[in-house]
T-cell receptor
Framework: GQNIDQPTEMTATEGAIVQINCTYQ??????LFWYQQHAGEAPTFLSY????GLEEKGRFSSFLSRSKGYSYLLLKELQMKDSASYLCAVVNYGQNFVFGPGTRLSVLP | DSGVTQTPKHLITATGQRVTLRCSPR?????VYWYQQSLDQGLQFLIQ???????AKGNILERFSAQQFPDLHSELNLSSLELGDSALYFC?????????????FGNGTRLTVT
C-alpha cells in the first residue's frame, strides 16, 4: 500500500525556522518532491531528493533518509507569504507521484 | 506561470451532466497527469499519459475518461456527474514519464456540481 504522513497544521512566527516532516511507506521509492500550495492555487515545485542527505535552495532545504522512510522540509527566515500548504510527494516503483495530505503552515507576525 | 494551461477556470453544472476539462502542457513536456483535489483533501491521482499513450491509472472512476491528443494536449471527460465530484481538477506536465523530473501544475478547473 501507499501511506504518506505529514502533520496537519503548524504555526510559526515571522523570521523563525520551521521543520515540516514527512514519513512514507510506499511500493518502492524513486524520489521525493516537496511542493508549496497556496489556498485555491496550483502546487509549485520546491525541491527534489533522491539520495540521502540535505539539499539546500535559498531559504528552503530538504532532507531525506531512505532507510527511515523520512524527509523534512526546513524553512528559514519565515515570511508571511510562506503561509501555505506544503505537500510531500513520493515517486514509487510504478513512477507514480503519490502525494501526502499536506501540512498547512500559518506564519504569524 | 508554470506554462501549463487549463480551461475553463470554473465550471458549474447539474448532477447527471457531462463536462470536458482541457489541458495544454508546457512546451516540450510529453507527460500529462490529472489530479483531483476535494475540499481539504490531498491530491488524488487520476491518470497519466505519456506521448499519447496511457501510462498509469489511479483511482479514476469509470464515469471519468481521458485522452492525450497528437499535439499533446489532454482532455478529461467527467460524465453522470454527482455532487461528490465537485472539486478542483489539476493537470500537470513533466518532461519525461519516469518520475525524476518535477510536475508542473496548471491553475486548475474548479468544478461545482449542483
Amino acid at each position: 500500500g501507499q501511506n504518506i504522513d505529514q502533520p496537519t497544521e503548524m504555526t510559526a512566527t515571522e523570521g523563525a525556522i520551521v521543520q515540516i516532516n514527512c514519513t512514507y511507506q510506499t511500493s518502492g521509492f524513486n524520489g521525493l518532491f516537496w511542493y508549496q500550495q497556496h489556498a485555491g492555487e496550483a502546487p509549485t515545485f520546491l525541491s527534489y531528493n533522491v539520495l540521502d542527505g540535505l539539499e539546500e535552495k535559498g531559504r528552503f532545504s530538504s532532507f531525506l533518509s531512505r532507510s527511515k522512510g523520512y524527509s523534512y522540509l526546513l524553512l528559514k527566515e519565515l515570511q508571511m507569504k510562506d503561509s501555505a500548504s506544503y505537500l510531500c510527494a513520493v515517486v514509487n516503483y510504478g513512477q507514480n507521484f503519490v502525494f501526502g495530505p499536506g501540512t498547512r503552515l500559518s506564519v504569524l507576525p | 506561470d508554470s506554462g501549463v494551461t487549463q480551461t475553463p477556470k470554473h465550471l458549474i453544472t447539474a448532477t447527471g451532466q457531462r463536462v470536458t476539462l482541457r489541458c495544454s502542457p508546457r512546451s516540450g513536456d510529453l507527460s500529462v497527469y490529472w489530479y483531483q483535489q476535494s475540499l481539504d483533501q490531498g491530491l488524488q491521482f487520476l491518470i497519466q499519459y505519456y506521448n499519447g499513450e496511457e501510462r498509469a491509472k489511479g483511482n479514476i472512476l469509470e464515469r471519468f475518461s481521458a485522452q492525450q491528443f497528437p499535439d499533446l494536449h489532454s482532455e478529461l471527460n467527467l460524465s453522470s456527474l454527482e455532487l461528490g465530484d465537485s472539486a478542483l481538477y489539476f493537470c500537470a506536465s513533466s518532461v519525461g514519464g519516469t518520475g525524476n523530473s518535477p510536475l508542473h501544475f496548471g491553475n486548475g478547473t474548479r468544478l461545482t456540481v449542483t
